[in-house]
């Protein structure tokens, strides 16, 4: 699922971008944002879903908030 969505929204900022920029320097750089952004969110966005899963919890695989 988080794929698909992942996905179609590079798609359609791809676009976009593509639209607003007016040189090829221009948009390259807004593509390399758009993957940077997206590549950042899953490195932080997936350490932290993972205490909120249903899988979570004692006895199982250790997470980011098992400290806590």
Do not use: C, H
């Amino acid at each position: 699922m988080t794929a698909s969505v992942a996905g179609s929204m590079e798609s359609l900022m791809s676009v976009i971008a593509y639209q607003l920029a007016t040189t090829d320097q221009q948009r390259s750089m807004l593509v390399a944002w758009i993957y940077t952004g997206f590549s950042i969110a899953s490195a932080v966005g997936n350490p932290l879903a993972v205490p909120s899963s249903p899988t979570s919890g004692a006895g199982k695989t250790p997470s980011l908030w098992s400290p806590l």
